[in-house]
């Protein structure tokens, strides 16, 4: 079975602009976490989507937001890029209500 | 409020020895604990879980973990080290109650030498 996907695997970006990402859970996964790690330090939580909706929510800005489509897929969206959105962006998922997440390999946004 | 530490940036260990890479917690009632390992520009992937029972939980490539609530810690050992162990471990805390946000801690290298 495949594993959780995401792309793309590296993006640059300037200042300002703004980004989708994607990820697609492992089949019959129904829920899709959203993390970003800066270099040096430990994954930080953006979001949580369960069946569409959101669950979680992390001490992120609002130019952060996320959607998760029937296929249980999802995209974050980034506006307005700032030189500090750079990281590693890591999805994961996992089954409902079943608390152990899987994760892809990442996207890694640079923006300059 | 949930929060994760693991006091140790680095942990050196001879291979063959055995290993602990430390982690406390905070968390508002009962919580679900979690090891995870990352290898250089790889995802994070899934070593062991504690959420209930036994106190002692074994998980993937001879790894285990100690839940001890009155310390609020969860340790993560080896008996016997490998240098292919030498990767970056993330201890996660989530609450069983009032939403999913999942906890990382900082992480701490662990290095085993030959």
């Known amino acids: 079975d495949a594993g959780v996907t995401q792309s793309p695997t590296h993006l640059i970006k300037t200042r300002g602009q703004q980004v989708t990402l994607r990820c697609s859970p492992i089949?019959?996964?129904?829920?899709v976490s959203w993390y970003q790690q800066v270099l040096g330090q430990g994954p930080q939580f953006i979001f949580q989507?369960?069946?569409?909706?959101?669950?979680g929510r992390g001490n992120f800005p609002d130019r952060f937001s996320a959607r998760q489509f029937p296929n249980y897929s999802s995209e974050l969206n980034v506006n307005a890029l700032l030189l500090g959105d750079s990281a590693l962006y890591l999805c994961?998922?996992?089954?409902?209500?079943?608390?152990?997440?899987?994760f892809g390999p990442g996207t890694r946004l640079l923006v300059l | 409020a949930q929060s994760v530490a693991q006091p140790e940036d680095q942990v050196n260990v001879a291979e063959g020895n055995p290993l602990t890479v430390k982690c406390t917690y905070s968390?508002?009632?009962?919580?679900?604990l979690f090891w995870y390992v990352q290898y250089p520009n790889r995802g994070l992937q899934f070593l062991l879980k504690y959420i209930t029972g036994d106190n002692l939980v074994k998980g993937s490539y001879g790894f285990e973990a100690e839940f001890n609530k009155s310390q609020t810690s969860f340790h993560l050992k080896k008996p016997s080290a490998l240098v292919s162990d030498s990767a970056l471990y993330f201890c996660a805390v989530r609450a069983n109650t009032g939403g999913f946000k999942t906890i990382f801690g900082a992480g701490t290298r662990l290095f085993v030498k030959a």
């Open positions: 989507y369960y069946e569409k909706e959101e669950r």
């Open positions: 089949s019959g996964h129904k829920s």
């Open positions: 994961a998922s996992s089954l409902a209500g079943e608390e152990t997440q899987y």
């Open positions: 968390v508002s009632g009962n919580p679900y």
